[in-house]
């Protein structure tokens, strides 16, 4: 795991025999990282999710021109906020959940769209999956699912009974579920969730 600003590494899969699924593996040498609480701001526990911070010789010093853009990520202790939501176990090895501006607002709770698209691609019929929120006067957004499959009697009923068996209430698809040819990816095979957003907000009626 890592990002640009971390020149780019910040955990790595050292030992393939103790390797977790779905973890980044363990910390650099001589790298530091925390997982502060969304709400209070404090330091998070093994197993709590939160923001993940990263200080280390590897941390930029700041983008180039753009103080603002800086300031808003880098602390003066060295610190960087990654943007990234995450999680450590009680062996230090690191969990990354999403990215926290991509994270579905409902009714005060918060869904990690990869946690379900994960879930849906653990379906035999799902060949690819993209989740995304959208807006909903009462509940705030909405989870709604763009599914490649490889059986055309996959129903939407059927995708809700699986899905609805393995989540939280609050995490259900109720902004809907479509079924897509493909879904957009970036040069490096990045789903690109914000492109699939933009064109749902694109096809809304225009307001008077």
């Known amino acids: 795991y890592g990002l640009t600003e971390c020149s780019p590494v910040v955990c790595l899969q050292v030992n393939k025999t103790t390797q977790k699924s ?3 593996g363990n910390v650099l040498p001589n790298t530091e990282v925390k997982i502060i609480d969304l709400v209070s701001g404090n330091n998070c526990g093994p197993n709590e ?3 993940v911070w990263v200080r280390g010789p590897q941390v930029m010093k700041g983008y180039l ?3 603002q853009a800086t300031d808003e990520c880098l602390m003066k202790d060295g610190w960087l906020r990654t943007g990234d939501l995450g999680y450590y176990d009680h062996d230090n090895t690191i969990f990354i959940v999403d990215r926290l501006k991509e994270l579905i607002k409902f009714k005060g ?9 994960d879930i849906l691609l653990g379906h035999p019929n799902v060949d690819d999956s993209c989740v995304i929120g959208i807006p909903d006067k009462i509940s705030g957004e909405l ?3 763009y599914l490649v499959i490889n059986d055309s009697s996959l129903s939407e ?3 809700h009974n699986y899905v609805n068996e393995r989540i939280a209430d609050y995490k259900r698809l109720r902004g809907g579920i479509v079924f897509v040819s493909k879904l957009p990816k970036s040069p490096t095979g990045k789903l690109l969730r914000r492109v699939v957003k933009e064109e749902y907000l694109n096809s809304l009626p225009s307001q008077p």
């Open 22 to 24: 779905g973890s980044c």
């Open 49 to 51: 999710k939160g923001e």
């Open 65 to 67: 021109n753009n103080p």
């Open 109 to 117: 709770f918060q869904v990690a769209p990869a946690e379900l698209e």
């Open 143 to 145: 989870p709604r699912a």
């Open 157 to 159: 009923e059927d995708v």
